[in-house]
C-alpha cells in the first residue's frame, strides 16, 4: 500500500472513497500487495485474492452507479482465522483444522459486513484455538508488536495478527474474539481501539468457539467512531444508533483492589494523568472497592476457571488423540486443567457468577462506568515466553486478569490507549460498562476519547 493510505482511519478512508478520490479497487490491490510485501509473514494464515478483488470490483461499481451502501463501503477488514469463510476450512490458529470440512458458509457477522460493503482481504494469526492472552503460536509463527524499537515484543492475544494487522497500517480494521480479554489486551498493547461488546450483542453462527458463556466478538481499529460504524453493520444495521454523551453527566468509578496489583510504574503514571485529563474534563471521578473481584478469583481457584472448564469440554476427544501431539503444548496443558472442574463445581460458578454480576451492577450509578489499567504492563519480550513454559503461564495468568474481570461479569467494554509505558510501550485505558450498556459505552467512549488519547502517539501512529 502506498504510503497515501497506509495507516488511515475507516473515517479518513471513507472520505476518499465516497467522494470518489480512491477507488476500492485500488485500496484492495494496494491492501494485498503490502500484505505480501510485509517483513512479518506471521500476521496474515490466508490472503483473500480472488474474493477480495471481486469484492472490490462490486464496491467500485456500485460507487460509480450512485449506489453506495454506506460509509463502509470498500473499506477492507481483516478476520481471525476463526471466523467461517466460505470455501475454506476453519483452522482456528491450529494446524490440526487444516484438512477440515470447507465452510458452506461465511460466518453470520462476515455477510453482515460484506453487506456493508467491506472489503474481507484476509485471515489473521492467533493464539491457537484462541486460548492465551499472548499471542504466541508456534504453528503460523507469531506476529511481533510493531511498536517494539528495543527487542521483539509479543502482541497481546488472542486476536495477535488481528492487532498487528491494523497497528502495522495493512488494514483499517480487524475482527476479533474476546473470552478473557482477546480483543482488549492485544489492543492495549499496540495502541489501538479495541471494542469488546456484550456477551450476545452479535451473532455467533460460523464462529469457532472457546467458552460458550464468556465468548463475545468486536473490531479492533484506529477510533471509537471506526468501531462505532462496524458495530452498526456487524448488526445489520445501516447506520449507527450511538448518541454521543455530555463529558460533565459522567462519572467513573475506579476499582481500588486487585486490578493495580503488580502494575508497572509506567502504566499507573499513564493511567493517573488520563484521570486528571478527565477529570480537568469535567468527568466525575471515585475510587471504590469491588469485594466481587476477590470473590470471582476465590470462585476461580476452587472450582477452576469457567473457560478452562468449557474449553476441555469442547476439546476433550481431541485432548486424548493423537491431534494433542500437534497441538502448541501450552494451549493443551492449559485444557486439560478444565477436567478437574467438577459438574457440581461448573454449576456452582455459574450460580455465583450470576449473583456478582447483579451484585456490581447494583454498586453503579445510572451514568457511571468503571476503568482501570487494560493491563497492568506493556507488551513484554517475546524471547523468555518462548523459551520458559513456567513464565509463559506467569505472565498470561497476569496479563488475563484485568480483562478476564469484565468477561466473568459480563462487561461490554473499549480500551483507548491513554499513554506510554516501559520501554515506550503503549498503555491501555479500559472503560467497561455492564451488559446490554453498549450503546452507553461506546456513546462516553466517544466523548471521552480526545482526553484520554491525548499524548504524544505520533510513534504509535507512524
Known sequence: MTKTHLGKSIAQLSVLIQSGSLDPVALAEETLDAIRTYEDQAIFTQLLERRAK?????SS????????RGLLDGIPVAWKDLFAIAG??????SVVLADAAPAEHDADVVRALQAAGMIAVGRVNM?????SGLGLNPHYGTPLNPLATDVP???????????VAVAAGLVPVAIGTDTGGSVRIPSAFNGLVGYKASHGRYSMGG??????????????????????????????RFVPEIERAEAGGLSIVVPTNIVMDDAQDGVLAAFEATLARLSAAGVKIRRAAFPAFERLFELMAEYGPLVTAEAFVLHHRRLAGPEAQAMDRRVVARTRLGERTTLIGYLETLKVREQLIKEVAATLGPNEFIAYPTVAHVAPALGPLE????????????????TAIGNFLDWCG????CGAGEGGMPVGFLLSAPKNHDERLLGAALTLEEAVTNVDCSRMYG
Open 414 to 417: 473499549v480500551s483507548l490507549p
Open 387 to 402: 523459551a520458559n513454559d513456567e513464565l509463559f503461564i506467569k505472565i498470561n495468568g497476569r496479563t488475563l486478569r484485568n
Open 54 to 58: 471481486e469484492e472490490a470490483a462490486a
Open 61 to 68: 461499481k456500485r460507487l460509480r452507479e450512485g449506489r453506495s
Open 88 to 93: 475454506l476450512p476453519t483452522t482456528a490458529g
Open 207 to 236: 464462529v469457532f468457539p472457546l467458552s460458550t458463556s464468556l465468548d463475545s466478538l468486536g473490531p479492533l481499529c484506529r477510533s471509537v467512531q471506526d468501531a462505532i460504524w462496524v458495530d452498526a453493520a456487524m448488526r445489520g
Open 127 to 131: 493464539s491457537e484455538f484462541a486460548f
Open 153 to 163: 515484543r509479543i502482541p497481546g492475544g488472542s486476536s495477535s495478527g488481528s492487532a
